[in-house]
Every structure is written in C-alpha cells, then in structure tokens.
T-cell receptor, first 115, second 114 residues
Framework: AQKVTQAQTEISVVEKEDVTLDCVYETRDTTYYLFWYKQPPSGELVFLIRRNSFDEQNEISGRYSWNFQKSTSSFNFTITASQVVDSAVYFCALSELGSNYQLIWGAGTKLIIKP | SAVISQKPSRDICQRGTSLTIQCQVDSQVTMMFWYRQQPGQSLTLIATANQGSEATYESGFVIDKFPISRPNLTFSTLTVSNMSPEDSSIYLC???????????FGPGTRLTVT
C-alpha cells in the first residue's frame, strides 16, 4: 500500500543553519510522482517541486535542494542558510500513475527558524 | 499556475447550520479537489469534483454531509451540512494544472463550529 512518512514532527534551528527534512515513501508502482508543499502560518499550500520516479536527478533552486533516492525510497528536502521566512509546515506527498491524480500526504514537518 | 480564490476565508458557525464554501479559478480546469485539514493535521481528501459528473467521495465522506457542485470549469462549491464542532477545520480546494501532475491550492477556508 502507498504511504508517505515524515518522521520529523517538528524541527527548530537557528537562522542561517542548514536543515534537512526527511521524506520516505512506499509504493508498488514503478511510475509515480513525489511532491513537496509548504504551508506557512497563513495556511495556503504552496507547491515547491514535483519529481517523477524515472528522474533521479537532484534539483537545486536557490537555497532549496532536493535529494531523490529510489534505492532508499526517500525524497529529502534541504534548506541551506535558513531564514525566518522559511518557518512553515512542509508536506511531502506521493501520487501513483493511475490514481486519478490523488495525493497521498505525509504528516508534515513543522519547521521553526529562530532569529 | 492557476490563481484560486475561496470564499469565505473564515467563518464561525453554530452547530446544526450549514456553510457553503466557494472556489473560483482564473482558468478552466478539468479536475478540482476538496480537502479537509483538521487542526495540526495533514490533509484529507474529501472528494474529487469533475465538471459534468457527480463528485467522487472518499471513504468516510458522504454527499449528504458534504454536497459538492461543479457547474462549470472554473467554479465549485462545497457545503458542510448540519455542522458539529468536529467539523472545525480548514477546507481547501485545489486544481490539477493542465498537462502537469501537481495540484495548486486555494487559500483555504477556516471554519470554526461552536
């Protein structure tokens, strides 16, 4: 059965530290999609990235980077030089091909960046 | 990405009443989704709303409690009926982008039932 695990419930770091949010997934499908979303205190969910199962290339976008490893079924998210504005709940999600685009959500990781 | 708005942004309602939440998109989309997010929790899919067909509800959600309308490709409503305090949540609509797999979300409706 499909499942997404975000074992870190809450992470607190001081500004400018690097922080990695873990995401481990389970699926039997060979074609699937992984996502990260950010939910700041305002509540709106912001799409950050989508990764296809056949593309294991890591991605960097400014201070954000994502490490996708099929061998460990992980899709981790690293924020470099964190800023207070990065404080939010971050969700990892999985969608299997043929699931009618439904997302399986992780429990979320609350990230607190202290000034 | 689509621009999505929701009305109301928040409301406080009395037990036993109903609230209709509107979701408006600035472009035509085939698939719209309604989610519930209880305080401190992850998202739970209520139903998928495709234009021209009945909404498809997930396990644990029924049409009598959460009727959905999808009159056209840019608009949908979700009604929370006969509310109880357990319905206090954030309700979010999302759309699947054209040609992509990700969903884009509206700002959410924060509902408190007293």
């Amino acid at each position: 059965a499909q499942k997404v695990t975000q074992a870190q419930t809450e992470i607190s770091v001081v500004e400018k530290e690097d922080v990695t949010l873990d995401c481990v997934y389970e699926t039997r499908d060979t074609t699937y999609y992984l996502f990260w979303y950010k939910q700041p205190p305002s509540g709106e969910l912001v799409f950050l990235i989508r990764r296809n199962s056949f593309d294991e290339q890591n991605e960097i976008s400014g201070r954000y980077s994502w490490n996708f490893q099929k061998s460990t079924s992980s899709f981790n998210f690293t924020i470099t030089a964190s800023q207070v504005v990065d404080s939010a709940v971050y969700f990892c999600a999985l969608s299997e091909l043929g699931s009618n685009y439904q997302l399986i959500w992780g429990a979320g990781t609350k990230l607190i960046i202290k000034p | 990405s689509a621009v999505i708005s929701q009305k109301p942004s928040r409301d406080i309602c009395q037990r036993g009443t109903s609230l209709t939440i509107q979701c408006q998109v600035d472009s035509q989309v085939t698939m719209m989704f309604w989610y519930r997010q209880q305080p401190g929790q992850s998202l739970t899919l209520i139903a998928t709303a495709n234009q021209g067909s009945e909404a498809t509800y997930e396990s644990g959600f029924v049409i009598d409690k959460f009727p959905i309308s999808r009159p056209n490709l840019t608009f949908s409503t979700l009604t929370v009926s006969n509310m109880s305090p357990e319905d206090s949540s954030i309700y979010l609509c999302s759309v699947k982008g054209q040609g992509v797999y990700e969903q884009y979300f509206g700002p959410g409706t924060r509902l408190t039932v007293t």
